[in-house]
């Protein structure tokens, strides 16, 4: 069985400051999908980043990167230049390139911006 | 980016009636659209995945005569909680998996749902 395991249920951090949220995840599969969702207060889910496994350059977008780790099943969030906006729930995803497969999440970190 | 809207975004109803919650896709043909529960302070707990012109499938514990869904067309599916109870009072949120990003799923915005 796949599963996605985030073992940071809450973190805090200065605004401008860098953070990482861990993320580790288990499967059998070697062609699969892994995201990086936020869930602000309004409780909207935002795609934040995407990674194919079958790529080995790190997805960035803007302020936010990713370190994937293949060999180790790991796939950890950074955020840079933390802002007051990136306050939220954040929960890292993976589904397998199946087509028909049920995304699985972790169970999310609540990520706080200190001002 | 792809939008996913979700319609009511708040809802309260009395005890024993219907409510219907409607998902689209309004700038992509979805495939597959999935329906999530969300408990306060925890992940999403799939409910059910909607094919369109198929039967939805639902996962283990939850009752397909409760939770309605249909998925008329490549747009629209819409999750009917039938003789709702105040343990269906919950947030709910549906996806789309985008037919050109098939991994992919966008999430409308939810529905809160209460029940006296």
């Known amino acids: 069985a796949q599963t996605v395991t985030q073992s940071q249920p809450e973190m805090s951090v200065q605004e401008a400051e860098t953070v990482t949220l861990s993320c580790t995840y288990d499967?059998?599969?070697?062609?699969?999908?892994l995201f990086w969702y936020k869930q602000p207060p309004s409780r909207q889910m935002i795609l934040v980043i995407r990674q194919e496994a079958y790529k080995q350059q790190n997805a960035t977008e803007n302020r936010f990167s990713v370190n994937f780790q293949k060999a180790a099943k790991s796939f950890s969030l950074k955020i840079s230049d933390s802002q007051l906006g990136d306050t939220a729930m954040y929960f890292c995803a993976f589904i397998v390139s199946r087509g028909d497969d049920k995304i699985i999440f972790g169970k999310g970190t609540r990520l706080h911006i200190l001002p | 980016g792809a939008v996913v809207s979700q319609h009511p975004s708040r809802v309260i109803c009395k005890s024993g009636t219907s409510v219907k919650i409607e998902c689209r896709s309004l700038?992509?043909?979805?495939?597959?659209m999935f329906w999530y529960r969300q408990f306060p302070k925890q992940s999403l707990m799939l409910m059910a995945t909607s094919n369109e012109g198929s039967k939805a499938t639902y996962e283990q514990g939850v009752e397909k005569d409760k939770f309605l869904i249909n998925h008329a067309s490549l747009t629209l599916s819409t999750l009917t909680v039938t003789s709702a109870h105040p343990e269906d009072s919950s947030f709910y949120i549906c996806?789309?998996?985008?037919?050109?990003?098939?991994?992919?799923?966008?999430f409308g915005p939810g529905t809160r749902l209460l029940v006296l």
């Open positions: 499967t059998s599969e070697n062609n699969y999908y």
């Open positions: 996806s789309a998996r985008d037919r050109l990003w098939e991994e992919t799923q966008y």
């Open positions: 700038d992509f043909q979805a495939t597959t």
